[in-house]
């Protein structure tokens, strides 16, 4: 069975620190997709970022980065130099190989960045 | 290029009675999903579309739950009658099939409140 866990239920951290959040996930599958959503307040999952199981290499946009690493099933997420902006629920997602795959969710943890 | 369009945002009905939601997917998309989202947690998939057949409805309540995507582009996604239970968020999403994978684009989601 495929399964998400983000131990990090509330993050609280100050403008301009280092955060990082974790995802753990569990599957049988060898081909399989990790996402990263952003869900603010108004509610609406914005996609930020995809990775397949071939491709444990790190990636870095602009203030986020993630980690993947296949030996722990982790891929956590970093936001460098946090903005309230960043305030927000982020959910980590597993999909099956192949098209059409459902998403299984993790818990989401609730990111706060106070000024 | 428009995104994933749901109506109603907001809905307050009376448990017994029932409520229908709407949605548009980005267009081209042919893979549509509905998702329900209880407070403080992860969406859980209800049903997928691929074009206007049923791919996935396995956690669908089919005693009181129906859904529809008639012509293969908007969907409606229907609860009667509504249990204090489905107070949640109803997200739809669509993604449109790639050579290797596909990601799936949200919309606003429709707030169920049951009383």
């Known amino acids: 069975a495929q399964k998400v866990t983000q131990a990090q239920t509330e993050i609280s951290v100050v403008e301009k620190e280092d955060v990082t959040l974790d995802c753990v996930y569990e599957t049988r599958d060898t081909t399989y997709y990790l996402f990263w959503y952003k869900q603010p307040p108004s509610g609406e999952l914005v996609f930020l970022i995809r990775r397949n199981s071939f491709d444990e290499q790190n990636e870095i946009s602009g203030r986020y980065s993630w980690n993947f690493q296949k030996s722990t099933s982790s891929f956590n997420f970093t936001i460098t130099a946090s903005q309230v902006v960043d305030s927000a629920v982020y959910f980590c997602?597993?999909?099956?190989?192949?098209?059409?795959?459902?998403?299984?969710f993790g818990q989401g943890t609730e990111l706060s960045v106070k000024p | 290029e428009a995104g994933v369009a749901q109506s109603p945002r907001y809905k307050i009905i009376e448990k017994r009675q029932s409520v229908a939601f709407w949605c548009n997917p980005i267009?081209?998309?042919?893979?549509l999903y509905w998702y329900q989202q209880i407070l403080g947690q992860g969406p859980k998939l209800l049903i997928q579309?691929?074009?206007?057949?049923?791919?996935?409805d396995s956690q669908l309540p089919k005693d009181r739950f129906s859904a529809e995507r008639l012509k293969g582009v908007d969907s409606t996604l229907k609860i009667q009658p509504a249990k204090l239970e489905d107070s949640a968020v109803y997200l739809c999403?669509?993604?449109?099939?790639?050579?290797?994978?596909?990601?799936?684009?949200f919309g606003p989601g429709t707030r169920l409140l049951v009383l």
């Open positions: 999403a669509s993604s449109s099939p790639t050579v290797i994978f596909e990601t799936q684009y």
């Open positions: 267009s081209g998309h042919a893979t």
């Open positions: 579309f691929q074009n206007n057949g049923v791919v996935d």
């Open positions: 997602a597993l999909s099956r190989g192949g098209q059409g795959g459902k998403l299984i």
